[in-house]
């Protein structure tokens, strides 16, 4: 038995960065652990030019995440007026930008998870270079302002996050929080839940402990941070498991959320 720092994510809007190709930045269903360790850090203060912490950060938590509801997918079409590249001048700020006398349009296509909701466990490795009572302590008074993927995309409900001793992974991530709304059936119709919830886990494929072992599956995303001056990312292996959710009011029409392409 281990213990974890457990907390929820809620918000109107969320993006959870894949790969991009070209001018595409696409989102998965649910929080990969790079965004989540950038949660972490901005609530600890680590500044994203501090190496050194953040790469302690990183190799102190590992990170399982409970998707409770996928959210619905929607598509952003952007256009961005920027200045050419210029070695000699750096800008800093967007004021600076708009005043070039000459500016491009960059044009690209977001995309966005909206009233989504994900349960996070956090535990620690053998060697880490924080404890959880510093993570909880964080999280519940964040240095800088916490985002769900982006900077416009706030949390809109209380993280609350809590320490579980003692517990087995599912159980950590089976934590009830207090709903968004005074009755269930109400948050079921805003969150549009269809039945089923999806855990997302690493290292130890059996940690869920799940009915049907050949039910899991073995993802290799690209979210682990390798370098964060140049956005480099090296893929680790994730496992996943989409179950019934008994207590949720199951739609003739619905699917599981592990098949959703997006």
């Known amino acids: 038995m281990r213990s974890y720092l457990v907390f929820r994510l809620y918000g109107p809007m969320a993006s959870w960065g894949l790969p991009a190709v070209g001018g595409d930045r696409q989102t998965a269903v649910a929080p990969s652990r790079s965004a989540i360790l950038g949660l972490l850090g901005a609530a600890l203060g680590i500044r994203r ?4 912490q953040l790469q302690a950060l990183q190799q102190s938590v590992e990170i399982a995440v ?3 509801v996928p959210g619905t997918l929607i598509r952003d079409y952007h256009t ?5 590249a210029d070695r000699k001048f750096t800008h800093r700020t967007r004021k ?3 005043a070039e006398s000459h500016l491009n349009t960059v044009l690209s296509s977001r995309d966005y998870r909206c009233d989504g909701m994900w349960t996070i466990a956090v535990t620690l490795t053998p060697e880490p270079g924080y404890t959880l009572a510093e993570l909880h302590s964080a999280l519940k008074t964040p240095v800088f302002p916490l985002y769900l993927g982006r900077k416009s995309c706030p949390p809109a409900a209380p993280l609350s996050p809590q320490i579980v001793a ?5 159980s950590a991530l089976d934590t009830e929080f207090h709903m968004l709304t005074r009755s269930q059936k109400a948050d079921d119709f805003l969150l549009r839940h269809n039945g089923w919830v999806t855990y997302f886990w690493e290292n130890d494929p059996q940690a869920i402990e ?9 993802t290799f995303p690209w979210d682990e941070p ?6 480099q990312f090296q893929s680790r292996t994730m496992y996943q498991l989409s179950v019934a959710q008994s207590s949720a009011k199951k739609d003739s029409g ?5 098949n959703e392409r997006v």
């Open 49 to 52: 030019d501090n190496e050194t």
């Open 66 to 68: 409970k998707q409770l």
């Open 80 to 84: 961005t007026q920027v200045p050419s």
């Open 96 to 98: 600076s930008e708009l």
């Open 166 to 170: 003692d517990s087995s992974l599912r």
């Open 210 to 218: 799940p009915e049907d072992s050949e039910s899991v599956v073995t």
């Open 226 to 231: 390798e370098n964060r001056h140049r956005w």
């Open 254 to 258: 619905s699917s599981d959320p592990a």
